[in-house]
């Protein structure tokens, strides 16, 4: 069963990231335009240079690496199934390094003294997590709706291993023994 859900996801995902750090390391706008991208107004002078390279380097990279890990997720999703074992660790690495990317931009952001920054980083945050449920409930469900097939099987040849024993149960509380079940011997 292909993954809709999740390869649309990790698609947007990694070209969120992807365009957060080219709008990073691009010479006219910097830390700043993509700190406004994501819904942060920098005000006042009072802020190092957000366009040093010893800010702007990291930044990108780390950036640049949660792009990349969804768009292997991406790639994962559709050469992978959704019932494959560990089908879904690289999506979670990927969530877990983008909410640490956050979290790091909303602690040099607190301790720059940007304001609304919090915010923004927390409605990402919930987008995140938003996101990886909907993928893990989709795996999931992929998984049942397999596993429920397997289940069916399991059932009916359950169902007729029972009545084959109830049968022979029959017979030979009848006394009537071997293949042919009219009585004749």
């Known amino acids: 069963m292909r993954q809709v ?13 992807a365009l957060l750090a080219l709008i990073c390391i691009d010479g006219n706008r910097g830390v700043a335009a993509a700190l406004g991208v994501l819904g942060a107004t920098i005000e006042g002078t009072r802020f190092v240079d957000l366009d040093n390279t010893v800010v702007v380097a990291p930044l990108a990279t780390a950036l640049l690496v949660v792009a990349v890990l969804f768009c292997w997720a ?3 999703a559709l ?3 959704a019932t494959s074992p560990g089908s879904d660790s690289v999506a979670r690495i990927a969530f877990i390094s983008a909410s640490g990317v956050l979290s790091l931009i909303v602690i040099g952001g607190a301790a720059q003294g940007i304001n609304g920054l919090f915010m923004v980083v927390a409605v990402q945050l919930a987008a995140l997590l938003a996101s990886y449920v909907a993928m893990l409930a989709e795996r999931r469900s992929a998984v049942a ?7 069916e099987v399991h059932a009916v040849a359950h169902g ?3 009545a084959a024993a109830h049968n022979s149960l029959l017979s030979l509380i009848s006394g009537r023994t071997g293949s042919n079940p009219t009585g004749g011997r």
Do not use: C, P, Q, R
Request: no cysteine; aromatic share 14%; net charge negative.
């Open 74 to 76: 991406f790639v994962e």
């Open 79 to 81: 050469i992978n199934d």
């Open 145 to 151: 709706a397999s596993a429920s097939g397997e289940g």
């Open 5 to 17: 859900l999740t390869s649309f996801l990790a698609l947007h995902w990694a070209i969120v990231f």
């Open 160 to 162: 007729m291993a029972k």
